[in-house]
């Protein structure tokens, strides 16, 4: 089973900041999600790479295939980005492997 | 608009009862999941179902049962027998063999 692991656990940072969060995983993947869960709890799925680099507006998310690696960066960030980001590998018929996730906090 | 709809969004449990969680999504998925969400740990995959009448234990099926009588709907049924049962549950979908998953909004179960 795959073992997903992401750092830091929680972070703190000033508006503006370019952030970086990590995801490591353990086993080769066809797949790599980012999701995104608000402090009401609802989640939504930000990225699903399976190569490269995607972007969109001050999220940007890669992987390395290779190393077992993704990253999630934000750029200019702002107080709004204040969330929990989540990396999860698999998918198909049989669902998701999640990390614990990121808590990330934003202060203005 | 099309989505997942989880209701309700808190639920209280009696020792001993049986409750069921809902789940609707009019995506026209093949796919659909339940999970459960404890604090401090990832999201853990409690049963899922590829098709109508068909579906599959996840990693912690224990005290937990599920239906899919329709393509549109997948409860989740917490039973007595689940000793711990105080945690938030997401339901998701996905296209068969496609690997995005949608989530609702969840629940948020609590024992009284």
């Known amino acids: 089973k795959n073992e997903v692991e992401q750092s830091p656990q929680n972070l703190t940072a000033q508006e503006g900041e370019f952030i970086t969060i990590n995801c490591s995983y353990s086993?080769?993947?066809?797949?790599l999600h980012w999701l995104q869960q608000h402090p009401g709890g609802g989640i939504v799925s930000l990225f699903m790479?399976?190569?490269g680099k995607k972007k969109h507006g001050r999220l940007i998310a890669t992987i390395n295939i290779q190393e077992k690696h993704s990253s999630l960066h934000i750029t200019a960030s702002h107080p709004r980005d204040s969330a929990v980001y989540i990396c999860a590998v698999g998918g198909g018929a049989d669902g998701l492997t999640f990390g614990k996730g990121t808590h990330l906090i934003i202060q203005p | 608009d099309g989505g997942i709809t989880q209701s309700p969004k808190y639920l209280f449990r009696k020792e001993g009862q049986n409750v069921t969680l809902s789940c609707e999504q009019n995506?026209?998925?093949?796919?659909m999941y339940w999970y459960r969400q404890d604090p401090g740990q990832g999201l853990r995959l409690i049963y899922y179902?590829?098709?109508?009448?068909?579906?599959q234990k996840g990693d912690i099926a224990e005290g937990y049962s599920v239906s899919r009588e329709k393509k549109e709907s997948f409860p989740l049924t917490v039973t007595s027998a689940q000793k711990n049962p105080t945690a938030f549950y997401l339901c998701?979908?996905?296209?068969?063999?496609?690997?995005?998953?949608?989530f609702g909004a969840g629940t948020r179960l609590s024992v009284l």
């Open positions: 086993v080769g993947i066809s797949a």
């Open positions: 790479l399976s190569s």
């Open positions: 995506l026209n998925h093949d796919a």
């Open positions: 998701a979908s996905s296209m068969m063999r496609q690997n995005i998953q949608y």
């Open positions: 179902s590829q098709i109508v009448n068909d579906f």
